[in-house]
């Protein structure tokens, strides 16, 4: 058995937070020791607690040292054989909370470098996942050659790809109908999804865009689900694109169950600027939906083009129009490709992901002793 502490400085219940949770739920049933520590306005320490976690906080507002101090000191009490950071905020708190004390580190890497930002963080990432740490997740191909190209030794890196919980089945008729009276949606209207959070390398906007776009006639009666919060939810931008959509969008807020929201769905979009790997597309795979997705980061090791869905052009609303216009015109295309989809999605099973973990802490303990 293993002691682990898993380390999240995220403010938010997003798609990392949810890795964590479903990796630490893995882990427990492993036998594994864990416990979770993130900041003390982060929803990640009670949504642990509520799983029966073991679960500190330290504060952010007080500044680095106290919450240094503070992890130092339950790594050290606690002698814990891996320190798991799982972004990149906590991988420098892993890295000093640990220095010295025979702890092996992990770092995940699920976030891909922006656009012009890859010259300006070089050093920093050669030090942050270089001598700081012992081994790094890298959860896509598309982020590992990112952190080879950075200077970090391949043999550093091992790719555990983000995982899923598998659906036993998908969802009959009367659920489907039932999801979509819920957003008030006509049986046989053609209804596409996204669910993310609101910020600019999501590409709500592009979805809008391409929702909007006149050339596109099969498109004119079809409908969009939208969930999810953030930032640019109230921006000027998406305000306007909102208005002009009227109610042909329903947006849902968060969503804790995604079951629902997915039941609605014809075909689930990602419009993405930038994408680690992309694990909400695996998620509505994995209930039987094909996916248009932007041709970007770790999102074609996902979407395979025409047999699970469409790949196109990040940031082109035409490209992504045609796909969806695509879509509507076939339907049986589209069930096949939805069966296609859920097949896929079981190479993604978090099953898969906890046991490729769990391999890689062994590895370095052992090493160790040896």
Known sequence: MLSI?????????????????????????????????????????????????????????????????????????????????????????????????????????????????????IGLHRLQYGPACDAIVAVSDFIRDLLVRSGIAPAKITVIRDGIEIPARLPDAASRADARRRWGFDPEAFVIGHVGAFTPEKGQDVLLEALLRSNAPLLGSAQLLLGGDGPERGSPRMAGLLGKAGDRVRMTGWIEDLTAFFAALDLYVMPSRAEGLGSSALLAMAHGLPVAASRVGGLPEVVEDGRTGWLVHPDSPADLAAALAAAAFDRERLRHFGEHARERAAAFSSDIMVRQTESLYLGLTRAESE
């Open 5 to 121: 502490l898993h380390l999240d400085t995220g403010r938010e219940l997003r798609g990392g937070q949810r890795q964590l949770l479903l990796l630490a739920r893995g882990l427990r049933e492993r036998g594994h020791s864990q416990l979770i520590a993130c900041p003390d306005d982060a929803p990640l320490a009670e949504r642990a607690r509520q799983e029966g976690f073991r679960a500190v906080t330290f504060n952010r507002g007080a500044g680095p040292l106290p919450a240094l101090r503070e992890l130092r000191g339950q790594v050290s009490r606690a002698g814990f054989e891996i320190v798991h950071a799982h972004d990149g905020r906590s991988q420098t708190l892993s890295a000093l909370a640990s220095l010295g004390l025979g702890t092996k580190r992990v770092a995940t890497r699920r976030v891909m470098f922006m656009p012009g930002s890859l010259g300006l963080t």
